[in-house]
């Protein structure tokens, strides 16, 4: 290993010493002035050294002994797109790679080389893969991205630039009220603990950018950086995450969601204060608020992955549904109390019209009837007294009966109304004669009477004034609507 040291400082001391000669004018013909051959290109020239140190770029360094150690540090240059419908974001970093390697090691030349990154073809580079990324490329404009770099004690540093889509699972359960924790891993894809350690460079000084950053619906919080080692069927591997914090800018929201659905809600309301009689104005407002609703609640949907548990702005928005169709529920008890009270004075109207046809029909036989209500009264008494015979056949021979009979076959040019008068006076006293008389009820008429007390009415609460239930949702609803909302954000710990 020595006897390569000693030449890799010697041929590269060579090659430093060609470099720096005044550059010359190349000929088309592909010769130089003085008609000699160009000089080699100090690229060239490193190759050819490479080779004959007999330099193995399948072999790491200390192959054989112990494991390289591998430290790394990144730029964040942006994050974009994060998607919650994809749970992934897109990262664009600057990756720098650190090791040493013995077989680089030169002296004499007191300075690092900063090589074309196509040198890095004919070197050993640890094989880091991002673990957690769905896609990845290496920018190529306008040459490869990349760089490498020799130090005089054999460091390499190799540096590249990343555009990486990874993936982030995310709770979605306080969207858009949330924060989420992202990471991005990386890993040896092939060499295990014992071949390569992977490390920070310093620790959370390691990444920086993050400052810098400036995303449309995100805040990027606090970050960390740790190695561990994980274990697989083929041995255990170091890996390096890096997480962070990033907060939801929830103004946004506010705007394009919270704020419409408030407003809808509100405008429900303004059916209160509509007459209850204008029954086309009351129902086209309640229809759209409904159907305005049921568009801004799918907008909101399309752009949320289809998950299994609630999240907060499904919370919100089934409660401002809830409350736009409540207020189109409440003009429907409106206008059902209002024709419930039309129908009531109609009857009442009704049944006074007939009162009154009948008192003015009963003034003639008024005298008459009370004449009756007194014997039947007598012959009550006496039927409790065992003479029910004797008040039956005094009753029938009475002057009012007779007379009742005698005025109906006689005055045959008399009114309807007093024939029925006295059917009616006679069939009572009939049925009063025989009230001593008890009958046992049959099961029928027992059965049928449990029957009507067992079943149970439901009867409509009488309100006496349609307008009051009005008046208590001008009231009621908004101060529901103002108890939920502090229910809601406090809940979801925004205040």
Same mark, same amino acid.
């Given at each position: 290993m020595p006897l390569i040291s000693v030449g890799f400082t010697a041929l590269l001391t060579w090659c430093l010493a060609s470099g720096q000669q005044a550059p010359q004018t190349?000929?088309?013909?592909?010769?130089?002035?003085?008609?000699?051959?160009?000089?080699?290109?100090?690229?060239?020239?490193?190759d050819g050294l490479l080779e004959q140190i007999n330099y193995d770029r399948n072999l790491r360094p200390y192959f054989g002994g112990q494991p390289v150690r591998v430290e790394m540090s990144m730029t964040i240059a942006s994050i974009d797109q994060i998607s919650e419908v994809d749970l992934d974001y897109t990262i664009t970093l600057f990756l720098r790679q650190y090791w040493n390697d013995d077989r680089l090691i030169f002296?004499?030349?007191?300075? /690092?080389?900063?090589?074309?990154?196509? +040198? @890095?073809?004919?070197? *050993? %580079?640890?094989?880091?893969?991002?673990?957690?990324?769905?896609?990845?490329?290496?920018?190529?404009?306008?040459?490869?991205?990349?760089?490498i770099?020799?130090?005089?004690?054999?460091?390499?540093?190799?540096?590249?630039?990343v555009t990486?889509?990874?993936?982030?699972?995310?709770?979605?359960?306080?969207?858009?009220?949330?924060?989420?924790?992202?990471?991005?891993?990386?890993?040896?894809?092939?060499?295990?603990?014992?071949?390569l350690e992977l490390g920070w460079k310093a620790g959370n000084a390691s990444v920086t950018g993050l400052g810098r950053l400036d995303l449309s619906q995100f805040t990027v919080g606090d970050y960390n950086t740790v190695a561990k080692l994980v274990k697989y069927e083929t041995g255990n591997y170091w890996r390096l995450v890096f997480s962070f914090q990033l907060y939801?800018?929830?103004?946004?929201?506010?705007?394009? /969601?919270?704020?419409?659905?408030?407003? +809808? @809600?509100?405008?429900? *309301? %303004?059916?209160?204060?509509?007459?209850?009689?204008?029954?086309?104005?009351?129902v086209t407002l309640g229809i759209t608020t409904v159907l305005t609703m049921t568009t801004l609640t799918s907008a909101a949907r399309s752009s949320l992955p289809k998950i299994s548990y609630i999240k907060a702005i499904?919370?919100?928005?089934?409660?401002?549904?809830?409350?736009?169709?409540?207020?189109?529920?409440?003009?429907?008890?409106v206008n059902f109390?209002?024709?419930?009270?039309?129908?009531?004075?109609?009857?009442?109207?009704?049944?006074?019209?007939?009162?009154?046809?009948?008192?003015?029909?009963?003034?003639?036989?008024?005298?008459?009837?009370?004449?009756?209500?007194?014997?039947?009264?007598?012959?009550?008494?006496?039927n409790r007294d065992g003479n029910?015979?004797?008040?039956?056949?005094?009753?029938?021979?009475?002057?009012?009966?007779?007379?009742c009979t005698k005025r109906v076959s006689i005055a045959t040019t008399s009114s309807s109304q007093n024939e029925e008068n006295c059917k009616e006076s006679s069939v009572g006293i009939e049925l009063r004669a025989g009230v001593g008389e008890r009958r046992r009820p049959t099961f029928a008429e027992v059965a049928q009477k449990v029957a009507r007390r067992k079943t149970l009415h439901f009867k409509v609460p009488e309100i006496m004034d349609v307008n009051d239930i009005d008046r208590w949702s001008r009231f009621m609803f908004p101060l529901a609507f103002v108890i939920f909302n502090i229910i809601y954000w406090i809940g979801y710990g925004l205040v």
């Open positions: 190349i000929q088309p013909s592909g010769q130089s002035q003085n008609g000699q051959d160009p000089p080699m290109s100090t690229l060239q020239r490193i002296r004499g030349v007191n300075r /690092t080389l900063s090589l074309d990154g196509r +040198l @890095v073809e004919k070197l *050993w %580079v640890p094989d880091i893969f991002l673990v957690n990324a769905k896609q990845s490329f290496l920018h190529t404009v306008t040459v490869d991205n990349r760089l770099r020799i130090f005089p004690n054999g460091d390499v540093l190799y540096g590249l630039r990486a889509k990874a993936a982030c699972p995310m709770d979605l359960r306080k969207y858009p009220l949330d924060e989420q924790n992202c990471t991005l891993e990386l890993e040896s894809y092939g060499y295990t603990d014992e071949e939801r800018q929830i103004f946004y929201f506010i705007l394009q /969601t919270y704020l419409p659905m408030i407003l +809808l @809600v509100i405008l429900s *309301w %303004v059916s209160f204060w509509v007459n209850h009689e204008s029954v086309p104005a009351r499904d919370v919100y928005m089934v409660m401002c549904f809830l409350f736009v169709f409540a207020a189109l529920l409440e003009y429907a008890a109390q209002s024709n419930q009270r039309a129908r009531r004075e109609r009857k009442k109207l009704r049944k006074q019209a007939s009162e009154d046809k009948d008192k003015e029909g009963g003034v003639k036989g008024g005298s008459a009837a009370a004449i009756l209500l007194s014997r039947l009264r007598a012959a009550n008494a006496v029910a015979g004797t008040a039956n056949d005094s009753l029938r021979n009475s002057p009012s009966t007779n007379a």
